[in-house]
Structures are given as C-alpha cells and as structure tokens.
C-alpha cells in the first residue's frame, strides 16, 4: 500500500515485449489528471541531428523510438486524439544537425507518421518571450501552450550537471540563443527556475539505456532495461539519478528547486514502486574524462581541462567531433606539453608549451596568452578548429597528409557513399545493442 501524501515513482524491467512503459504509468496512475481533448506534447530528448550520422551511436544518447511509441499507445488508447512530439535540437549548420533530420535518425518520424502524431521542429517554430529567474529566454510555444506534457527523457549522466533527466530535458524547449544563456548565466540555477514555468503533467525515463560520461555519444552507454515514471518531476529524477548511483543533493538543480519549492530531496520523501532501485542501480561515472579518450587512442602528450558549467552544447559537439577525428587520425601519436581550451572558465595551464583556444568564450578567458593558438568563432567552426590543431601539433607534410584524407572522408561522408566508424562505436557491435530501438 503506498503512502498516498508522499511522490510515488515507478520503476518497470523493459523486455521489448512486456508493455514496460504502460505498467510503470499504470502503477502511478500516471495519466488520471489528462483529459482526452487536452492538446498533448511529448519532449523526448534528441540533441543532435546530423544528417549521414547513421554512424554515430544513439545509445543512451537520444530516447528510443520504442519507449515514444509505447506512450503514444497509451494515449491512443485513453482516447487523447491532439498529439505532438516537440523537439528542438542543437542546430548546427555546418555539421549538418537540425531537429527533423534527428526525428528520422532516432525513428520517431516513423512513429509521427505510423500513428498519425504531429512533429515539432521547435526551431522552426515561433518562441514566446518568458522570464526564468528574472532572466528573459525564449521557450516554444508549443510548450507553454500545451495542456499536457509528457517528458521523456534518456537515463543518463552529464559531464557538467552530473545528471540529465526529465527536469533538464526541458532546456531543449528554449531557443539556441537562450540555451547558450542557462550556461553563461548559471547551469543548475537556470533549469530549476524553467521547472516553475514548464510543468510536465508526467516524466517517462527512457532507461532502456543509460550513458556514462554523458551526454553525448562520447561517453559509454549501457544496457539498463530500466522504465522509471512519475507524475512529480523532482522525485522522477531523484529516482533516476539514484539509479546512476549519483545522490540527488549532489545535483545542483534539483537541490536548487527542492529549496524553491520548499521540497525534501532525501530518498526517503518518495515511495517507489515496482522494481527497487538497490537491485536495479549501477552507479557510473558522470564526467567525461577526455584525457582517457586521447590515451585510448594512445595520444599522449595532449590535454583538456573540464571546461566547466558555461560550455554551452555547441562547443560540446565541436570538441567531440573535433577529438573523435583527432584520435581515429592519429593513433599512437607522441606530442608535448598541448593543451585545448573550450568555454569560458578555462585558464591555460602555465607550463603547457602549445595552448589553442577555441571558440569565443576561450579566447576572452584567455586574453592575456600571446603565445596561444586562437580559434575563434560562436559555435567555432570544427574544421577551422580541427585544422589548426593539425598543424600546430602534426610535422608539416603528415599535417598536409592527416587534413586532405579527412576532407575527402567528409566529403564522401556527406556524398553518403562513404560511412566512417570511429573505434568506440565497434563496442556498439554487441546484441544488447539493438538499432531497432531507433527505427
Ligand atoms: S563559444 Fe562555445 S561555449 Fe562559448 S557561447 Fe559560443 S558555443 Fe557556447
């Protein structure tokens, strides 16, 4: 019997066949305050869209088709008729992301059009001037303006607020603009305020798999089969993150907006129920360590501080395209003393011997290096940055050499005839990974 004043949150074992998803909402009464006119948004969590990135491994990166469509189900079937899926990704020209090419690449335009469910390019489509801490941002319409939200997001770990869940999945419903603001402003502080302006009705964690190391493919996704589902979007997430083995204090936001909203964020303020969550959890690591990347390419002699709270997930992605390119490149390459800045809190490190700065954000912090390489740019351009640390760290003629194959891979790449695989997706060659998931 469960303690009817206290958040309850259900934890479910998906086996792609039980109905996971419907049990874990059933066993929270998970949609007793819908109605079957409202208008329904689901915000799943898909962060990237590149075109051609059929190669890069949606594993605990973005929410699985399955668990979007399972819920899509479950609203069908509660007769709810308006449903959209509303996503704005991280729009980046030059890479080729933006959000309907991410709606085909994680399988959910499969889902729009089998089940007759409306698409929503947030980017696309108009934003309302809202304040969050007193701050002004843009959020989409379609959030603000939805009766019901559903948030779905991935089971994963961040590198910078330690988890992603339900509650930070809502910075996808802001403009680029404003996104980039939550980072230069304060990370933590902003996403526990834009969780007093959006209010999802229900939170579905995608835990089919959960990321280490996140929140980009750049981490190590794991198998979890793990539904988690909750009506309180704190106390999902105070699940969630217990179940990465990570105490919800630590978490800044969440502590922020327990302290907003006079809430408790010990353990013991929810009932859980279904799976418990000591035989469930698997603790991982949240930061990306990006010194390991380039050791287990064998690269050594190249560091990278954490580039802290204001490295906003434009740079995110340059860097990970950027080191990803470097390490497939150069494996066993010996340098020394290069150190890569990115974001706004980074200081170079006085005794590294080549410092490049790249984007905007790392040059201002760093006006007084003359001797740096500088990069500049907001997002910095990722071949612009990738060719300067190719010639500022490889011998002329292998620099020369490492750029023309790379610019003929990319094009080829872009051509569609060509599709490179980098050395961390070959573990993603394992059955428990099943791109099923995303079609
Ligand atoms: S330079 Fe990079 S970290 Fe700074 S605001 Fe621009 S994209 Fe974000």
């Known amino acids: 019997m469960l303690n009817q004043s206290s958040p309850t949150v259900a934890i479910t074992r998906y086996d792609g066949a039980s109905g996971a998803v419907a049990k874990a909402i059933e066993l929270i009464d998970g949609l007793k305050r819908i109605n079957k006119n409202d208008n329904v948004l689901i915000k799943p969590n898909v962060l990237w869209g590149a075109g051609g990135s059929k190669h890069i491994p949606r594993y605990g990166f973005i929410t699985t088709s399955r668990v979007v469509e399972e819920i899509v189900i479950t609203l069908r079937e509660m007769g709810c008729r308006k449903i959209s899926i509303g996503e704005g990704c991280t729009a980046n020209r030059e890479l080729g992301s933006d959000t309907l090419k991410g ?34 941002v843009e959020i989409a319409r379609a959030a603000l303006e939805a009766d019901f939200i559903v948030d779905v997001p991935v089971l994963k770990t961040h590198s910078m607020t330690r988890v992603s869940l339900g509650m930070k999945n809502l910075k996808g419903c802001l403009s680029m603009r404003s996104k980039k603001k939550f980072h230069k402003v304060n990370l933590n502080e902003m996403i526990a305020f834009l969780n007093t302006v959006i209010r999802p009705g229900l939170t579905v964690i995608d835990g089919i798999y959960a990321m280490e190391g996140g929140p ?163 997002p910095p351009k990722v071949a612009s940055a990738y060719a300067s640390v190719v010639m500022n760290t490889l011998p002329p003629n292998r620099a020369k050499m490492v750029l023309s194959v790379r610019l003929a891979k990319g094009i080829l790449n872009k051509l569609g005839v060509y599709n490179e695989r980098f050395p961390r997706e070959f573990s993603y060659d394992l059955p428990e990974f099943d791109p099923r998931h995303f079609e």
């Open 103 to 136: 709606f085909a690449w994680s399988g959910l335009a499969r889902v729009a059009k089998q089940y007759d469910v409306k698409l929503i390019d947030f980017n696309a489509n108009p934003y309302v001037d809202a304040k969050v801490d007193g701050h002004s």
């Open 216 to 378: 980009t493919h750049m981490g190590r996704a794991h198998r979890m089969n793990l539904i988690v589902a909750g009506t309180d979007p704190l106390s999902a997430d105070m699940v969630g993150a217990s179940i990465l083995g990570i105490e919800p204090k630590t978490v800044g936001y969440m502590r922020r907006f327990a302290e907003i909203s006079e809430r408790s964020i010990e353990m013991d303020s929810i009932e859980v129920a279904g799976e418990k969550i000591e035989e469930v959890c698997k603790r991982l690591d949240w930061r990306l360590d990006y010194h390991s990347v380039f050791q287990a390419a064998g690269i050594e002699g190249i560091t990278m501080q954490f580039p802290g709270e204001g490295f906003c997930t434009n740079c995110v992605t340059c860097a990970d395209a950027l080191i990803g390119c470097y390490c497939k490149d150069n494996p066993g390459t010996s340098l020394e003393g290069v150190e890569l800045c990115f974001g706004p809190e980074v200081k170079a490190k006085k005794d590294s011997k080549k410092v490049i700065l790249i984007g905007d954000c790392a040059l201002r912090a760093n006006k007084g290096d003359v001797g740096a390489v500088r990069v500049g740019g907001c």
